[in-house]
């Protein structure tokens, strides 16, 4: 469990699973996205390099300061990732945060997309792997956030009686979660995020993303993207 | 609230009126040494440089990974700061975790050294002061830790209506705070570090550091050490 890509330095990736989670909202759509058929993705770090993707065939996203980003097709809210948008597409995306944690994860043997959208795909996946386990959360520019540490005690709470806890960040997670689980929506609307994101009228967003087990979506990194490793295959 | 010194960089520190912790057992033990008798303490960084101050008719502590360093007068368990050894005394510190968290936050307004000895000392400060509160916690070697995050969790709670929370992290701490303040100590039981130094035999240690508002103690960072400003003047 590691609150900020800020700490990620302290761990070392080598033999572990990471579980990348940005809630609000870029893992949450980019398991929305491959839900709706999207065939593959590339989350990049810079505004420019995204752009790039264009020429390749690729829908571009872009999202800054929680707005999507002049001169893309798409910005970071789940509900654009339509089938009608996305289906049978790629899609290249950059975030402020969520990119940002996947990218720096990359050392990692395998590296997750995290939602509580796909959760129960998520710990399954974990449970087979049989690998350690980072949860790396987005946070908002390098600081803590709850509803990244809420997917991260979840996670941890379903793992319980497979997995030991190594640090209390996991603890933490857990018991945060604990308590905020019969409504996550309530617990979170005291939290900055939520509070900055509820100013931009993205209310229904925020709702949609705290929903638990709606897609059977496991995004996972190869090479340079992002494939579904459970989507079947085109015949 | 920081939950780490390697995220200090994410705060402007001016202006601020930094609390600095490390329940085990840095800030505790500084502020038992105030409470019997020290009249100043020089936390450092590093061991030869806590040497040093030998030469300037000072106690030196040093402690590395939970243990007292070989060739310092005392290490870092509250016990060793009796009376009799620190009576009318200056003491230069180094500890893993609990010195750099100060060192690091010099730049702030104020530097204020808290423990749950002190906790209702420290409060009456803030109010007094009026500045803007950070609590810095040592953590562990960069990461998260639970006791110090409770101590978090107990100033905020302290705060709360004279101050309004600025962070996501101030609000899971106050969160796990009052989740775990009618038992600390087994709320801390699962917590590594506190397994950890358990297995060091300090379990006195750990007793000792989680009791509320011992000690009316205020150690502050004054250009080059630390001083205790309720402490009566000598005359």
Sequence with gaps: MCFSPELLHLYNLKGKAVVA???????????????????????????????????HNCLTA?????????????GNSPF???????????????????????????????VIVGAFLNL??????????????????AGW?????????LFAGAVVDRLAGSFELENDAAL???????EAKSNLLGFLRRSS???????????KDIEFCLQHDVFDVLPVWKQDRLVDVLAQPVV
């Design 62 to 74: 872009a999202e800054r300061e929680g707005v999507k980003a002049e001169g893309f097709d798409l």
């Design 80 to 110: 654009s990732y339509t089938p009608e948008v996305v289906n049978g597409k790629a899609v290249a995306i950059t975030t402020t945060n969520g990119t940002r944690a996947i990218r720096l994860s990359e050392q990692a043997d395998e």
């Design 141 to 149: 520019k390098g600081n803590f956030n709850l509803e990244d540490t």
């Design 172 to 178: 933490a997670s857990q018991h945060l979660y604990l």
């Design 21 to 55: 989670v940005d809630i609000l909202r870029a893992t949450s759509t980019m398991v929305t996205a491959f839900a709706n058929g999207a065939t593959q993705i590339f989350p990049v770090m810079e505004l420019e390099e995204c752009k790039a993707y264009a020429s």
């Design 120 to 137: 129960e795909a998520v710990v399954q996946y974990l449970k087979k792997l049989g690998l350690d386990v980072l949860v790396v959360c």
């Design 193 to 203: 995020h939520v509070g900055r994101l509820e100013h931009l009228e993205i209310h």
